[in-house]
T-cell receptor, first 113, second 114 residues
C-alpha cells in the first residue's frame, strides 16, 4: 500500500532563512501531491499542490519540487517568518480523482527571531 | 462564504457513551471526507461521502463507527460505545462535485474519552 514519510521530524530555522521540508512516498502511480500547514488547534490549511506531470511549482514564497525518479517531494519556504511556525504535512492522493489522501507524519517547523 | 464548519470543537465522553460529530460542508460542496488524527501523527482517511451515499469507507473501523450525509443537514460521524483509544481529533473536509478538485478542511472536533 501507499506510505508517506518525512525525513526530519523537527526543523529549526532563523527568521529570514530559507526552509526545506522533505517527504518520500512509495507508490509510483501517485498523481497528485499536496503540502498542508497545520497550526496548533486548527485544521490543515492548503499551501501548494503539484501534479505528477510537473517537477516544480511556485507560489508566494513557497516552491514544491517533485522528483518522481526517487519518489521524493520537497517544500521550500523562502525568507521564513515567525508566522510560518507550524507542522507541515505532505499528502498524496490515492488515484481515483477524489480526495482520499495519505498523509505523512508531519515536520514541525520552528522559526526563531 | 463560510468555510467547513465542525461542531462541537471539543467533546468529552465517558467510556461506553456515544459521540456525534457534525460537519457542514462549504456552500456548493457535496463531497465530504472524514479524517482522524492522533497526537503527533498525520491525518488518516476514514470515509468519503456524497449526498445520501457512502462512496469509500475503507478507513472506517468495522465496528462502532458510522457516517452519514443526508439530503438535508450536516454530515454526521457517529461513534458508539466510545473507548479511550477513540480519543483523537476528527477532521472533516469538503470539495465540489467535480473530480480532481481541492478539499478544504474544517477546524476539527477534539474528542476526549475519559
Amino acid at each position: 500500500g501507499e506510505s508517506v514519510g518525512l525525513h526530519l521530524p523537527t526543523l529549526s530555522v532563523q527568521e529570514g532563512d530559507n526552509s526545506i521540508i522533505n517527504c518520500a512516498y512509495s507508490n509510483s502511480a501517485s498523481d497528485y501531491f499536496i503540502w498542508y500547514k497545520q497550526e496548533s488547534g486548527k485544521g490543515p490549511q492548503f499551501i501548494i499542490d503539484i501534479r505528477s506531470n510537473m517537477d516544480k511549482r511556485q507560489g508566494q514564497r513557497v516552491t514544491v519540487l517533485l522528483n518522481k525518479t526517487v519518489k521524493h517531494l520537497s517544500l521550500q519556504i523562502a525568507a521564513t517568518q515567525p508566522g510560518d511556525s507550524a507542522v507541515y504535512f505532505c499528502a498524496v492522493r490515492v488515484s481515483g480523482g477524489y480526495n482520499k489522501l495519505i498523509f505523512g507524519a508531519g515536520t514541525r517547523l520552528a522559526v526563531h527571531p | 462564504n463560510a468555510g467547513v464548519m465542525q461542531n462541537p470543537r471539543h467533546l468529552v465522553r465517558r467510556r461506553g457513551q456515544e459521540a456525534r460529530l457534525r460537519c457542514s460542508p462549504m456552500k456548493g460542496h457535496s463531497h465530504v471526507y472524514w479524517y482522524r488524527q492522533l497526537p503527533e501523527e498525520g491525518l488518516k482517511f476514514m470515509v468519503y461521502l456524497q449526498k445520501e451515499n457512502i462512496i469509500d469507507e475503507s478507513g472506517m473501523p468495522k465496528e462502532r463507527f458510522s457516517a452519514e450525509f443526508p439530503k438535508e443537514g450536516p454530515s454526521i460521524l457517529r461513534i458508539q460505545q466510545v473507548v479511550r483509544g477513540d480519543s483523537a481529533a476528527y477532521f472533516c473536509a469538503s470539495s465540489p462535485p467535480k473530480e480532481n478538485t481541492e478539499a478544504f478542511f474544517g477546524q476539527g472536533t477534539r474528542l476526549t474519552v475519559v
